[in-house]
């Protein structure tokens, strides 16, 4: 064994518990001021390296695990000198970031540099001229630059600085590059990023529903941690924006439904899918208000939409007060009966497709249609994602066109007047003209269709038209028109119901047992002659639900058993049609929930006022036959009023009346008020906005019609007694 050893040479004795490092070992070396001697060489600093001797208890080690083919000359041994180079990894340079690209390239540009300076000077002296520039800053600011890219530093001031070990690092590494780039080798190496000790604590924090912010989650972090190892608001902040994924940042935050949206999905192809094939339906509430068909109340309508998934087509929709099994039926019936029986039925969850009147065996609406119907993941909205974009093709965009549009975008000052103006009408006038009535709503809707299936769509291919002379989406009703025909040609035509099977077809039918020749459904009893052989056995019943006098009564197997007719209603003496009963029923759920809110209210109040309540509630039986004898005396004036005809009311000008009185005024006072303002407009007067839309919006009312019709057989009955009058003075 040598005296003098090399670094290299230390290091390739694997003395246990020895750095594995040149810098480390030299380190260590002059820190227990090992002995040493200068010899020439071609690694170290001016072709001068140092050799140490070592001490005497690691000599000890070094012969006992049988160092072999060590020289006794300072150069190095055979085993290092024959040692073959380190390959480098295959690198895909398509996987490096941006920066690291950039940093590549600009190391590349001075390991050329420094060659086309090896030629003139030499290797070693070449490295050393252009570390000596770099440091002196006599480089020139093109090559500057090149040098801060390649450090890849932050900061403009000193990292235009490169070492001599730096670039003789380089040049080794483009050496032994092979076929690999040069660019992905010299790139610096990804760094590989560590989680604190604090990190899954703050992201614990982070991650609640409630949405903390981060100073919240800062003063928490504290308390959490005891004061230790806590982070600053800055290095929280850069922890959360570049260690931790967008969607993963927002876990916790958002609930597995929600975090849906922002992660990756599946998209379907549907161009192999032909017309027909696939239905997809939806309900949506519609985002204005209306006047309810009944009451002329403000309510939003209940819209089912049903969407050919190949072409995009809306096929059909129905709209109800609210969403239930009925209104999809009626959907059902439209979409089938005008474009044909889908081969497939997809749709979400909701009570109105999971029932057994859509779903029952033998006599379901799909089993009678012989459609399959699928339902979709519970909370996976994105699966239906067609007809839920649909929503806000169709029927949002019709609800932009109304001045009663309540969407989340309208504006809050805008919709409250809307919400106040229209409340304010319906309790002065009875309706309101901002309220769209219920057949202009069913004709908007049908307009909405028709402009939807005739609008480009952009989920189709885009054609040249020739009337505008550019290229554009084909619209639904295109794609279906055109492979409807490719179907004819491929001899597979649409399946059409025959007219004689559309009435029966879409009634729905429950099982029932008859007992004794009546058929007991919805509180109604339906009778026939002909099922008195039937006593005891299951039956397929059809209804009518807008006709409840008869039902249709079938086996098991479809047959047609008889058609019974109503026989007794326990609750009515005619039959109750299903809608009107479901109407009744509705009423009588909101008077419920009245009575509910008004005896919360009571309970609210002190004892004392409530039992006052309870205590007037009990009049005496005096004051009872008093107001009974008053209310009897007012009817008998009033009838002959009615028979006699009154005369004629007075009129005045009420323009100055408060607000508050007009509220109260009563449906003379408020025929007598119009009168004088349409005696004032007669003659040539200018009303403010209040009197103009009083006089135009009560003309409009059932009041004003029975007012002036009174008014008009009086002053025609006047008319005759003066003609009367004036031929008994002749």
Known sequence: ????????????????????????????????????????????????????????????????????????????????????????????????????????????????????????????KAVEKFATDSKNGQLTATLADTVRRANAKAGKDGNAKVSRATLFNWLKLAENAGDNSLVA??????????????????????????????????????????GENVPTYAQASYFLRTH?????????????????????FIRRDTSELFPTDVYTADGHTFDAEVAHPISGRPFRPEITAIIDVASRKLVGFSIDLAESGLAVLDAIRTAVCTNGVMALFYVDNGSGYKNAMMSRDGSGLMDRLGSTLTHSLPYNSQAKGIVERSHQSIWIQAAKRLPTYIGVDMDKEAKQKVFKK??????????????????????????????????????????????????????????????????????????????????????????????????????????????????GETVHVGYDIHDASQVWVRDVSGRLLAVAKFEANTRAYFAQPVIEQAHEKRALGQLKRNDVKRNEILETMSPSRVLEHIDTMRLPQEQIDKAFATLNKTIEAEAVEVISMPKPMMTSAVNDVPDMKIMNE???????????????????????????????????????????????????QLEREEEIAKRLSK
């Open 422 to 535: 229209t409340r304010k009408d319906i309790a002065t006038f009875g309706e309101s003209k901002l309220l769209l009535a219920w057949d202009d709503f069913m004709t908007l809707c049908h307009d909405e269709m028709q402009r939807y299936n005739n609008r480009p769509h952009n989920a189709h291919p885009r054609r040249h038209n020739k009337l505008t002379g550019r290229k554009e989406h084909l619209t639904p009703q295109q794609v279906w028109d055109e492979k409807l025909t490719m179907m004819v040609n491929l001899g597979k035509p649409l399946v059409q119901v025959h007219e004689a099977d559309m009435v029966d077809l879409f009634r729905p039918y429950i099982e029932r047992k008859v007992l004794r020749g009546e058929i007991k459904m919805f509180s109604h009893v339906y009778f026939s002659r002909d099922l008195e052989q039937y006593h």
């Open 666 to 716: 009563t449906d003379d006072e408020r025929f007598e008020r119009w009168l004088a303002l349409d005696k004032r407009k007669t003659a040539g007067e200018t009303l403010d906005s209040n009197d103009f839309d009083f006089h135009e919006l009560f003309a409009l009312s059932k009041t004003w019609r029975i007012k002036m019709a009174q008014h008009e057989a009086h002053l025609e």
């Open 244 to 264: 931790v994924g967008n969607v993963e940042l927002e876990r916790g935050r958002m609930g597995a439904r929600e975090l849906k949206n922002i992660q990756p």
């Open 185 to 226: 080798v010299l790139a610096p190496k990804h760094r590989d990023v560590t989680m604190p000790v604090w990190g899954a604590t703050l992201l614990k924090l982070w991650g609640q529903p409630t949405k903390p912010s981060l100073s919240m989650v800062m003063r928490e972090l504290v308390n959490v941690m005891g």
């Open 1 to 124: 064994m040598k005296k003098y050893l090399t670094l290299q040479e230390i290091l390739a004795l694997n003395i246990p518990d020895f750095p594995n490092s040149r810098q480390a070992l030299d380190y260590k070396a002059k820190k227990e001021d090992w002995e040493y001697i200068e010899v020439k060489g071609n690694v170290g600093k001016g072709g001068v390296s140092k050799a140490y001797r070592l001490p005497t208890e690691y000599i000890e080690v070094a012969k006992s695990i049988q160092i072999k083919h060590m020289a006794d000359s300072v150069e190095l041994p055979a085993t290092i000198e024959n040692k073959p180079v380190a390959t480098v990894e295959a690198l895909n340079p398509t996987l490096l970031a941006d920066w690291q690209r950039d940093c590549g390239t600009a190391r590349l540009a001075i390991v050329r540099h420094v060659l086309d300076l090896a030629d003139l000077l030499g290797k070693t």
